[in-house]
């Protein structure tokens, strides 16, 4: 649709002292972050890991890789209308070295 926006990317990771590799066939979620937008958007990281989010109503959203469970990445990403945003998913942000959302999780643990 015209005003939306798109995310594009690669998701890559590694275990502790190995390089990174794509993360092939894992899940994505955008899920939307204002209580009054209930579109929410999924997908599946291709061979090499590449993303592609189209048509995404603007706003802002949470990224993240795992609904139930912890996920290795939970991220804040705003959408203006019109705009192309590309995002590599990497260890550097990655849950372990940044999360958008603390207070929240704290409060689910409670």
Same mark, same amino acid.
């Given at each position: 649709?015209?005003?939306?926006?798109?995310? $594009?990317?690669? &998701? +890559?990771?590694?275990?502790?002292? @190995?390089?990174?590799? !794509?993360?092939?066939?894992? @899940? +994505? %979620? +955008? /899920? !939307?972050?204002?209580? *009054? @937008? *209930? $579109?929410?958007?999924?997908?599946?990281? #291709?061979?090499?890991?590449?993303?592609?989010?189209? #048509?995404?109503? !603007?706003?802002?959203?949470?990224?993240?890789?795992? /609904?139930?469970?912890?996920?290795?990445?939970?991220?804040?990403?705003? %959408?203006?209308?019109?705009? *192309?945003? &590309? +995002?590599?998913?990497? !260890?550097?942000?990655?849950?372990?070295?940044? #999360?958008?959302?603390?207070?929240? @999780?704290?409060?689910?643990?409670?």
């Amino acid at each position: 649709q015209a005003g939306n926006a798109s995310l $594009e990317g690669r &998701a +890559l990771f590694a275990e502790a002292g @190995q390089a990174p590799k !794509p993360m092939a066939r894992l @899940q +994505l %979620f +955008l /899920v !939307p972050e204002s209580p *009054t @937008q *209930t $579109e929410r958007y999924h997908l599946r990281t #291709d061979e090499q890991g590449n993303f592609k989010f189209s #048509d995404v109503i !603007p706003g802002p959203y949470k990224l993240i890789d795992r /609904v139930a469970g912890e996920p290795i990445w939970r991220l804040r990403v705003e %959408f203006k209308p019109s705009e *192309t945003k &590309a +995002l590599e998913l990497t !260890p550097a942000n990655s849950l372990a070295m940044q #999360d958008d959302f603390p207070e929240r @999780q704290a409060q689910a643990k409670q």
